[in-house]
């Protein structure tokens, strides 16, 4: 295996054709903007207006979510076709594919033990 310079881009980003698209941070304190997600019993605030893409989420204690994205802050990466990108590599899963809002498809992946989500957009409104 290559091992990358200092000054290059992360491999997903700079031969998979991944985007950034948000941190996501788990919190237990209440955010001002919080918006609920029922499927999942948690609240997302923040993304909106960070110019970093700083995402908070806090979850109800019966959530379906892993353990793992509750407790440990995630990089989110927009990937162009979310199953074909779970069909190539080997990650283990942790939350399969789903729709939490309209015209949104994510999955939550583990590498090395860290939560990683994938986003694919089925509907971009430039």
């Known amino acids: 295996m290559k ?4 000054f290059d881009p992360p491999l997903s980003i700079a031969q998979w054709g991944w985007r950034y698209h948000h941190l ?8 001002a903007g919080e918006r609920y997600i029922p499927a999942l019993k948690f609240y997302v605030s923040g993304f909106e207006t960070s110019p970093f893409g700083v995402e908070w989420m806090r979850f109800e204690p019966d959530s379906p979510i892993h353990p793992l994205i509750q407790s440990t802050p995630h990089l989110a990466f927009e990937v162009d ?23 949104i498809r994510v999955a939550m992946v583990e590498y090395n033990g860290a939560p990683v989500e994938l986003i694919e957009f089925t509907e971009k409104k430039y």
């Open 3 to 6: 091992h990358r310079k200092d």
């Open 81 to 103: 076709d979310l199953d074909r990108e779970l069909q190539r590599r080997p990650f283990h899963i942790l939350h399969s594919p789903n729709s939490p809002s309209g015209g």
């Open 24 to 31: 996501g941070i788990p919190t237990a304190e209440k955010k």
